[in-house]
């Protein structure tokens, strides 16, 4: 109660039937997103003079089932100014991890190997394997370049046993390939199974396409 009060008005009289809702919306991922969205959203709308909605949707909620998902991840959304065509380059784009991590302002991000002072829990690949990778990605999103692989593709793909073609296709249609989680074909076979689900969003079907 004491919780719900710091942001709402409490109403004089309370029942446990409304304490036993408060709780779960406090423990909601999608109401607080949407106490985050909403007055944000309503800002905005005053600054442009205009009504209706603001964001496209609350979150998407994923779950990165091996090392490759979450590199997959990471460099999908460090490149989404560039996709976007906010920025040319990693180092020019605003608001994205990838730009803090190369001004060195990434304290409060998951370390690489050998920084930071939390070494517990690190990310699966060097802070120059990551800058190399998402460069090169990004390069090959040009529309100048498409479907132009160099042959210099960075050897962090070789150690994961990744195919480059791939690895473009993916940031390409990643969207559009994975909703509820993202990795590997074995790791997607074995979430599916345990799921018990035979189609998830993101697994090839009999004819190599993705279902």
Request: charged content about 30%; some cysteine.
């Amino acid at each position: 109660m004491e919780r719900w009060s710091r942001l709402y008005a409490k109403p004089e009289q309370v029942d446990a039937v409304r304490v036993d809702v408060w709780r779960e919306r406090l423990s909601s991922l999608s109401w607080f997103m949407r106490c985050l969205n909403e007055p944000m959203a309503r800002t905005a709308n005053k600054e442009d003079r205009c009504k209706g909605r603001f964001w496209e949707g609350r979150f998407r909620s994923q779950a990165l089932l091996d090392e490759s998902a979450l590199l997959r991840c990471m460099a999908y959304v460090d490149l989404n100014p560039i996709r976007a065509s906010i920025a040319e380059t990693p180092e020019t784009s605003g608001h994205t991890s990838i730009k803090a991590r190369i001004d060195g302002c990434d304290r409060h991000l998951l370390p690489f190997p050998g920084e930071g002072h939390n070494q517990d829990v690190v990310l699966p690949i060097g802070r120059h394997d990551y800058l190399q990778l998402v460069d090169w990605t990004g390069r090959q999103m040009s529309p100048s370049r498409r479907g132009r692989i160099p042959e210099f593709a960075p050897p962090i793909l070789e150690r994961l046993d990744m195919d480059g073609r791939d690895w473009l296709r993916e940031m390409k249609y990643y969207g559009r390939w994975y909703y509820r989680a993202v990795g590997s074909l074995h790791a997607m076979q074995r979430y599916g199974d345990y799921l018990g689900q035979h189609l998830l969003k993101g697994l090839p079907k009999a004819s190599g396409n993705i279902a």
